[in-house]
T-cell receptor
Framework: DAKTTQPPSMDCAEGRAANLPCNHSTISGNEYVYWYRQIHSQGPQYIIH???NNETNEMASLIITEDRKSSTLILPHATLRDTAVYYC????????????FGGGTRLMVKP | GAVVSQHPSRVICKSGTSVKIECRSLDFQATTMFWYRQFPKQSLMLMATSNEGSKATYEQGVEKDKFLINHASLTLSTLTVTSAHPEDSSFYIC????????????FGPGTRLTVL
């Protein structure tokens, strides 16, 4: 699976949009971009995933660049409960493939 | 999303004892389950992958005789830490993937193991 690069930490004001970047310059054509988050002392929580097109769900939006070498996770109105470590993962969707976690970005939402 | 539970959520044991952690998929059948370990301020590290009815596949550096994994049914996998030592103290997280597709992998809430 391709490696990802994320900033180790970010701050965001409560109520503002949080934009979390991820670089995956070696991504291959059949690899998806996944985002998970982990709130302190809990298991990771799925947020969103995509292949080429931008995606949106009730939690977030995922913007993937046209060359697919980077992506941005957007939390439109961050709340204090969004404080967590956010992991960007790229992987091929097949039976043998598990999620491999990198360092992630520690997002601190401040009042 | 689907629900994965773990039991216990927290366990404290003496050095040399064995500890069993259960992972259950509550509303789907998990054909594949994964066990991760997370040390403080570090990311999750995959320990092993298990498919129902077959032996687990361990990642390099993980002792299979120390971390016994059983995936006897489509809804239950267990991780037994044998002869636990203080360095085994960690946050253990299981994850399950169902038959619906390979897109989705659901995580349990984790088990905090402290070995005294």
């Amino acid at each position: 699976d391709a490696k990802t690069t994320q900033p180790p930490s970010m701050d965001c004001a409560e109520g503002r949009a949080a934009n979390l970047p991820c670089n995956h310059s070696t991504i291959s054509g059949n690899e998806y971009v996944y985002w998970y988050r982990q709130i302190h002392s809990q298991g990771p929580q799925y947020i969103i995933h995509g292949l080429k097109n931008n995606e949106t769900n009730e939690m977030a939006s995922l913007i993937i660049t046209e060359d697919r070498k980077s992506s941005t996770l957007i939390l439109p109105h961050a709340t204090l409960r969004d404080t967590a470590v956010y992991y960007c993962i790229v992987r091929v969707n097949n039976a043998g493939n598990m999620l491999t976690f990198g360092g992630g970005t520690r997002l601190m939402v401040k009042p | 999303g689907a629900v994965v539970s773990q039991h216990p959520s927290r366990v404290i044991c003496k050095s040399g004892t064995s500890v069993k952690i259960e992972c259950r998929s509550l509303d789907f059948q998990a054909t594949t389950m994964f066990w991760y370990r997370q040390f403080p301020k570090q990311s999750l590290m995959l320990m092993a992958t298990s498919n129902e009815g077959s032996k687990a596949t361990y990642e390099q550096g993980v002792e299979k005789d120390k971390f016994l994994i059983n995936h006897a049914s489509l809804t239950l996998s267990t991780l037994t830490v044998t002869s636990a030592h203080p360095e085994d103290s960690s946050f253990y997280i299981c994850s399950a993937r169902g038959e619906r597709g390979y897109n989705e992998q659901f995580f349990g809430p984790g088990t905090r193991l402290t070995v005294l």
